[in-house]
């Protein structure tokens, strides 16, 4: 960065402080010394002959001629010291070391965004305040030439530099370039003005151009007489109209009619026109020749001359207050004010230093372009008395005013009287001026008057100041304390090692008393008598650092190390002396704040107290005195433990209710009704060091710290302490405001801060005293305009607001032809609000590939440029966050692993004195998603796992389904095989009884009935059944016996009816009892075959069907055909429907044998692939109806045909529907 001066003094007074041979001019010809000279050189005149009248002439000529001198001196005098109330400023330069491409800067505006562009002999920059970005033709290779000259902005955002060889125009980070072959003037650029109906003006050495539509164009200026076309500069008013100033003078162009006047020359017809420029008063002001003149009431006024050798030229500009700044060429600058011109020039401007430009800007801060570098001119906040100004030493301990308004300045080199008389003439004056070729001598050395031990100091390291109710100024040094009262001093006697011991801090109560602090205790001067307090005695601690005497008549101590002690007194008690002869009772009772050694001082009418020799002495002399005082103070102490922030305090403050403010090595302390709240870094504050506390009258506590000194509302302070908000916002002033130094003192001295009856400020720093004014300060109320610079995405730059290449990488990469990367503010058609922040224009977004956002940068910067580098920033990234990220001052953010999405990082800034810019920037970016972060995949992956999910829990339910079904066949294979083998048995031998009437089981039945018949297929029942009835002695009888399932009703009843059988063969009862056990056998073995789970198969249905439709055929003498595939597939069914589907098959084979015509049956069985069909056909003729039949099979959701053929058949078609079982399922 550049050296930091100071400048421009401001001098309130015309009147200065000098020697007698500097005194007014009538009091010089008044003086008796120069009536001496006069009446000498009137005697010497007549010594040598002359006439009397003509010695009175030579007289009168010598007189005339020192007045005349005389006069001349006090022209210049007040030239030199008539300047105007312009405020004091802070100048800064930045040369080719800092970054400038060549320090020879030729043209300098400010944009939109807050950038200042700086055209120089070597490139054009860009200045954000902390950096220069540059552009040159080997980086942008469209420039072609960098000697740059001219600069201006348009009212679309665009940048037009005039350099030497043709115009550029810079918008939307690429550069076009404009030649001769576009309609451009083939001569040297002088000046671009923009317009406000869009476009520039270009002045050149050859005519006027202009740019408007995408069009350049030559305007021809000509009036009857000539044509006008070596053109300096331009300036376009309000209504539109344009100035145009020249060699042939000055001009006004109307571009809707294309009239053009001449105006009168300022001076002579024809005179060159150098600049031109409007107040805010809307007044026209020009340099002509070698003067700066004002348009006012139809005529030019000259307001301030120039010659040849001084001439002004190249610019105008306008500050705040109403100067008005040119160029003197190359001698500073001048500015004109009210009247009266101040010339500028820093000492060390050389003497071929050269302004070729100067602009101020939105914040009010000046920079000039100049042949040494580029400068800034800023408002100084804090003035400096230093050793520039006459004090002994630069580092400055305490500060202190006295009751009668003399302000004292202890520091290392002894004490500081403050004369403010001479401080009236020039009130700040950190480095010697050049004004109009005198030099103001450097009137530091009249600032302060210094008091050193050569003085009767007692050492000059001063650490304390303080006044007692005598008037006596009490100076602590790091030798005990100097007295200093009426010119003198004297030596306060303080007893043993403290004499030579350092004294921190001295403070008065209000009954008069005078307290010292030092590093082995406190001690108090009160009538008459020191006494001592210890770390015996009750103290916190015996190093004392700090004293505060507070408003309810208590003493607060800061200690080092020991914390905080308050010491509290009862009002009515009065002390009770005892004399004490025991020297014993001396060290062995100072162990509370009841006990303490008071030392009496021999005093005397108008002498300095004198302590005693010895303690021997005051012994002997009965003066040394151990009391038991009632008086004697109670003593709290309070520490970390208790709440403070640290246990080493520097400093009190005490508000007028009683608030007290501690400042301490690890943060500031606020003690209110009894309790502690603490403001560290942690909330906000510049620096945890706290050694200097002072308030304003508007709420603000002002803090000295080891970052400078800060400004901070109370309110915001206790909001804090009420949790009302999170964080506190101070003001900073350090180096940028003015100061030499940031380090101010106060952590081994007090007062280090004092302020003075004006209102005044004063802080002891280490490099001087620095001086606030905080009703007269500085104000910044611009919010800085904030600009995304840069944006990183995984180590590559995505977009650049410098660069356009890099933008062109981003649209290759992301396959768009269109301009990808919008930041608010930067480009494209801008506006500003009434704040000057400026809006966004438009917002698309950069598109990154998928994969991309691993890793984030973002660099932004806000454009205050008053003091830059305490800008602070808060951010957050929208879409991915809510809350704003505090940055501090930091211009960078990170974000690492995001993942596809559109996403906008905002940032918002503060200016120096937290003015925010809450609209900030904006920069809308996306990550493209792989295929497998896409929503589309997502929600694909969301339904596959609900289904999957479902699958899961359908399987678990079909296996509880199937594990229940299992356990039911289970039950029921379990009810078929008990009624198989235990009721069957039974019944089997009950049949075989009634058949053979009491004969005996037939040898070969099992034993045990069926129990050990083996079952191997869903027919062994049958067959079992079959094998074991007595078919042979039936036959013998001629008794039909059918076999078991063949029972058309399955009832169990014979083919042939009951009654014809009973009429020709009546049954003996016996007999009737087997034919029951018979039918009942044959219901129980429909039965189990319904019930069995082993029979749920088509197969199982078509096998048994099958076999009962043989048997009914054999008993009944027809043929029985089957009409079938040589394998059934698996299909399964419910013990239901094939319980039904027999009964329906059985209904119609049974009154098949019910008909003596049926000869043949037929039972043909087809499957598909959704059902399978059941036929059963006859060729003889049913009368039967089957309704009933037709609802069983319909009530399984089967379909029921029964249809009669014209050659007396009849058949049912019986369609089930199938539900396939997949391929290996048991």
């Not at 101040?342 to 070729?356: A, D, I, M, Y």
């Not at 508007?698 to 915001?716: A, D, H, P």
């Not at 929503?935 to 678990?956: P, Y």
Request: glycine share 8%; with cysteine.
């Amino acid at each position: 960065m550049g050296k930091v001066l100071t400048t421009c003094p401001k001098i309130r007074k015309t009147r200065s402080r000098r020697s007698k041979e500097a005194e007014r001019p009538t009091e010089i010809l008044l003086s008796p010394r120069f009536l001496t000279s006069a009446a000498t050189i009137l005697r010497q005149a007549l010594k040598m002959g002359l006439p009397f009248a003509s010695a009175v002439g030579t007289f009168s000529c010598v007189f005339v001629l020192l007045r005349v001198l005389l006069g001349a001196s006090s022209a210049a005098e007040a030239v030199r010291t008539a300047t105007p109330s312009n405020p004091t400023y802070l100048h800064k330069v930045w040369a080719a070391s800092e970054g400038l491409p060549s320090t020879k800067v030729y043209a300098l505006i400010q944009s939109h965004d807050g950038y200042i562009w700086l055209g120089t002999e070597m490139g054009l920059a860009r200045f954000n305040g902390l950096k220069f970005t540059v552009f040159t033709r080997k980086s942008h290779p469209e420039m072609v030439n960098d000697d740059c000259r001219a600069l201006a902005e348009d009212n679309e955002g665009a940048i037009w530099i005039g350099t030497t060889g043709g115009l550029l125009r810079y918008r939307e980070q690429r550069f076009t370039r404009f030649t001769t072959q576009d309609g451009l003037y083939p001569s040297y650029i002088h000046a671009i003005c923009p317009s406000r109906s869009g476009g520039v003006w270009i002045a050149t050495g050859a005519g006027l151009n202009r740019y408007q539509d995408g069009k350049l164009t030559r305007i021809v200026l000509r009036n009857e007489s000539k044509q006008y076309s070596i053109i300096s500069t331009l300036l376009e008013d309000e209504a539109g109209l344009l100035w145009v100033g020249g060699a042939q003078g000055l001009l006004r162009f109307d571009p809707s009619t294309r009239d053009l006047s001449l105006y009168p020359s300022p001076d002579l017809t024809g005179t060159s026109i150098s600049a031109l420029s409007r107040d805010s008063k809307a007044q026209l002001w020009a340099i002509a020749g070698f003067s700066l003149y004002q348009f006012s009431n139809g005529g030019w006024q000259l307001m301030s001359p120039g010659t040849p050798a001084n001439r002004y030229f190249n610019f105008i500009v306008h500050d705040p207050e109403g100067g008005v700044w040119t160029s003197p060429g190359s001698d500073g600058l001048n500015r004109l004010f009210k009247g009266q011109v101040t010339r500028n020039t820093p000492e060390e401007w050389p003497q071929s230093f050269t302004v070729f430009g100067m602009i101020a800007d939105r914040e009010g801060n000046l920079w000039m372009a100049t042949t040494g570098g580029f400068t800034r001119f800023s408002s100084r906040s804090i003035q400096v008395y230093s050793t520039h100004s006459g004090l002994s030493n630069p580092n400055v301990t305490s500060v202190f005013e006295d009751r009668e308004g003399t302000l004292w300045v202890g520091s290392e080199g002894g004490l500081s009287r403050f004369q403010r008389d001479a401080a009236a003439v020039v009130e700040v004056q950190s480095w010697p001026l050049r004004i109009d070729n005198f030099t103001i001598p450097d009137p530091g050395s009249k600032f302060f008057l210094n008091y050193a031990e050569t003085d009767g100091l007692i050492k000059n390291p001063v650490r304390a100041l303080a006044q007692d109710d005598t008037g006596t100024l009490w100076v602590g040094t790091i030798r005990g304390v100097s007295l200093f009262r009426d010119g003198k001093f004297s030596r306060f006697p303080l007893p043993g090692e403290l004499s030579g011991n350092k004294i921190h801090v001295i403070a008065k109560t209000a009954d008069g008393a005078m307290w010292l602090g030092s590093e082995l205790g406190l001690h108090c001067w009160r009538n008459e008598r020191l006494i001592t307090l210890t770390q015996s005695s009750g103290l916190a601690h015996n190093h004392i650092r700090a004293l505060h005497a507070a408003h309810n008549g208590s003493l607060w101590v800061g200690t080092f190390g020991g914390g905080v002690s308050r010491l509290t007194w009862k009002p009515s008690a009065a002390a009770e002396v005892a004399k004490v002869g025991q020297a014993s009772r001396l060290p062995s009772e100072r162990h509370d704040a009841s006990k303490a050694v008071s030392l009496a001082l021999s005093t005397r009418a108008g002498e300095t107290p004198t302590l005693l020799s010895d303690q021997t002495t005051a012994q002997k002399k009965g003066a040394v005195e151990v009391f038991d005082d009632p008086a004697s103070p109670q003593v709290t102490n309070f520490t970390s433990r208790d709440g403070l922030s640290s246990d080493t305090v520097w400093v009190f403050h005490e508000e007028a209710d009683g608030t007290l403010w501690i400042g301490t090595d690890h943060g500031l302390n606020r003690f209110k009704d009894g309790r502690f709240s603490v403001f560290t870094m942690q909330q906000g504050l510049p620096d945890d060091i706290v050694n200097s506390i002072l308030e304003d009258d508007t709420g603000n506590l002002w803090i000295g710290c080891e970052r400078g000194i800060y400004r901070i509302s109370k309110q915001f302070l206790n909001d804090l302490a009420a949790q009302r908000t999170k964080s506190v916002e101070p003001v900073l002033y350090d180096r940028g405001d003015g100061m030499d130094t940031e380090d101010t003192n106060g952590q081994k001295s007090q007062p280090a801060a004092f302020r003075t009856r004006d209102g005044r400020l004063w802080f002891a720093t280490v490099a001087g005293v620095a001086v606030i004014n905080p009703h007269n300060l500085p104000q910044n109320k611009v919010p800085p305009p904030v600009v995304i610079e840069q944006v990183v995405a995984d180590h590559e730059v995505v977009f650049d607001n410098a660069n356009a290449p890099v933008a062109a990488a981003v649209r290759r990469r992301n396959g768009d032809s269109s301009q990808s990367s919008v930041v608010s503010g930067q480009s494209g058609r801008h506006r500003t609000t009434d704040h000057g922040q400026l809006t966004p224009a438009s917002k698309s977004q950069i598109a990154l590939p998928p994969g991309g956002g691993r890793s984030m940068e973002f660099h932004f910067t806000a454009n205050s440029l008053t003091a830059p580098h305490k800008n602070r920033f808060k951010f957050r990234l929208e879409g991915h966050e809510k809350e704003w990220n505090d940055a501090g001052t930091r211009r960078t953010a990170h974000y690492t692993a995001l993942g596809p999405g559109t996403y906008g990082f905002h940032v918002i800034a503060c200016n120096n004195q937290n003015v925010w810019n809450t609209t900030g920037a904006r920069f809308a970016f996306s990550i493209a998603p792989f295929f497998y972060q896409t929503w589309k995949f997502r929600g694909l992956c969301l339904l596959a796992s609900v289904l999957l999910v479902g699958l899961v829990i359908w399987r678990e339910k079909k296996i509880l389904r199937l594990r229940h079904q299992l356990a039911l066949q289970q039950q029921r294979a379990g009810i078929a095989r008990d009624i198989h083998e235990k009721l069957g048995a039974k019944l089997t031998h009950l049949a075989i009884l009634g058949s053979t009437g009491d004969s005996p089981v037939p040898p070969g039945d099992p034993p045990g009935g069926m129990e050990e018949v083996p079952q191997k297929n869903p027919m062994d029942i049958v067959s079992t059944f079959n094998a074991q009835l007595p078919t042979s002695n039936a036959a013998a009888k001629g008794a039909s016996v059918p076999p078991v399932g063949a029972s058309p009703t399955g009832t169990g009843e014979s083919p042939v009816p009951p009654d014809s059988q009973t009429e020709s063969n009546p049954a003996s009862p016996a007999s009737r009892i087997g034919q029951l056990a018979q039918q009942t056998i044959g219901d129980l073995t429909d039965l189990v075959w319904s019930v069995d789970p082993r029979c749920d198969t088509l197969e199982a249905l078509v096998t048994y069907i099958a076999q009962y439709a043989e048997e009914l055929c054999e008993n009944g003498h027809a043929r029985c055909r089957f009409d079938m595939p040589d394998k059934l597939p698996y299909i399964p069914l419910s013990a239901d429907v094939r319980h039904n589907l027999f009964l329906a098959a059985k209904d119609f084979l049974r009154n098949i044998a019910h008909q003596d015509s049926p000869t043949e049956t037929t039972m043909r069985v087809a499957v598909e692939a959704s059902a399978f069909e059941l036929i059963l056909a006859t060729n003889g003729s049913l009368n039967a109806e089957f309704t009933a039949t037709a609802q069983r099979v319909q009530s399984i959701g089967a379909t029921f045909e029964f249809s009669a053929s014209p050659d007396g058949g009849s058949q049912i078609r019986i369609r089930v529907p199938i539900k396939r079982i997949p391929k290996g399922a048991k």
